[in-house]
């Protein structure tokens, strides 16, 4: 089994560090800043091997350089984006394999918050940036709500026991949201006081399995006729598709973060 570390950042970053036990290495993901990671890595007397970067936002990508100037190790991320130290560009298809952690991750292309965004998906673990939140998804800086829609359907389509470590720490403001889009929705009650209370003590409400997702996260139900109903509402008019559905609720939320 391979143990997957959050490592906070900023003001809501996670960073993961993965690794596996029986040995001192360990993949970095999204280093948005370096010092924490160092900090990690010298708690946990861990080397890193690898690291795997889902877009080029600055807060995912910033601590490249310091982290190379240490540790000379590949990086992956993006072929299309415009990512520091990148030595191996992934597409769609592509795999990842980290003989030092004994981890083969595919790759998946998932546009939407930024053009080139893409997703690892291996170990019954997906890490997927600021694509799919838990309990929402990015802004469509980049790509469009058709984009988005399709991207989030294709992470959807992953087994249901696949663990989501998003790029976050955005599950309460989240679950608040979705309590207004589907009033009724008891498991998402329950979510919203379960993800306070981890909050109330420092700990992290990621990551989430992708059924509880499934369950409770609007921008993964577009096609559940209540959410259909609730974005007819706040368009006021008809929506035909899946894709329509999903673009209304992710203005929805624009709207209301301001």
């Given at each position: 089994?391979?143990?997957?570390?959050?490592?906070?950042?900023?003001?809501?970053?996670?960073?993961?560090?993965?690794?596996?036990?029986g040995t001192p290495y360990a993949a970095i993901v999204d280093p948005g800043d370096a010092?924490?990671?160092?900090?990690?890595?010298?708690?946990?007397?861990?080397?890193?091997?690898?690291?795997?970067?889902?877009?080029?936002?600055?807060?995912?990508?910033?601590?490249?350089?310091?982290?190379?100037?240490?540790?000379?190790v590949p990086v992956y991320g993006p072929a299309t984006e415009?990512?520091?130290?990148?030595?191996?560009?992934?597409?769609?298809?592509?795999?990842?394999?980290?003989?030092?952690?004994?981890?083969?991750?595919?790759?998946?292309?998932?546009?939407?918050?930024?053009?080139?965004?893409?997703?690892?998906?291996?170990n019954d673990a997906l890490f997927c940036g600021d694509t799919l939140f838990t309990a929402g998804c990015g802004?469509?800086?980049?790509?469009?709500?058709?984009?988005m829609h399709a991207s989030l359907a294709k992470l959807a389509a992953l087994p249901d026991e696949t663990q989501v470590y998003c790029g976050h720490e955005y599950t309460v403001a989240n679950l608040r949201f979705a309590e207004v889009v589907e009033p009724v929705n008891r498991e998402i009650q329950v979510r919203l006081v379960d993800a306070q209370a981890l909050r109330a003590k420092g700990i992290p409400t990621v990551p989430a399995s992708?059924?509880?997702?499934?369950?409770?996260?609007?921008?993964?139900?577009?096609?559940?006729?209540?959410?259909?109903?609730?974005?007819?509402?706040?368009?006021?008019?008809r929506l035909e598709t899946g894709a329509e559905v999903f673009a209304a609720v992710r203005r929805w939320k624009d709207v209301l973060d301001g």
């Amino acid at each position: 089994m391979i143990t997957i570390q959050a490592v906070p950042a900023f003001k809501d970053n996670y960073i993961w560090l993965i690794s596996r036990p029986g040995t001192p290495y360990a993949a970095i993901v999204d280093p948005g800043d370096a010092q924490p990671v160092f900090d990690a890595l010298d708690r946990l007397d861990l080397i890193p091997c690898a690291i795997l970067v889902t877009h080029h936002h600055w807060d995912h990508t910033n601590g490249i350089a310091a982290l190379l100037g240490r540790y000379p190790v590949p990086v992956y991320g993006p072929a299309t984006e415009n990512i520091p130290g990148l030595t191996h560009g992934l597409r769609h298809g592509d795999r990842v394999s980290l003989p030092e952690i004994d981890v083969i991750f595919d790759v998946l292309h998932v546009p939407g918050h930024t053009l080139g965004a893409i997703a690892f998906y291996g170990n019954d673990a997906l890490f997927c940036g600021d694509t799919l939140f838990t309990a929402g998804c990015g802004r469509l800086f980049e790509g469009t709500a058709a984009q988005m829609h399709a991207s989030l359907a294709k992470l959807a389509a992953l087994p249901d026991e696949t663990q989501v470590y998003c790029g976050h720490e955005y599950t309460v403001a989240n679950l608040r949201f979705a309590e207004v889009v589907e009033p009724v929705n008891r498991e998402i009650q329950v979510r919203l006081v379960d993800a306070q209370a981890l909050r109330a003590k420092g700990i992290p409400t990621v990551p989430a399995s992708l059924a509880e997702e499934k369950r409770t996260n609007p921008f993964l139900r577009s096609e559940m006729p209540v959410v259909v109903a609730a974005a007819e509402r706040f368009t006021a008019q008809r929506l035909e598709t899946g894709a329509e559905v999903f673009a209304a609720v992710r203005r929805w939320k624009d709207v209301l973060d301001g």
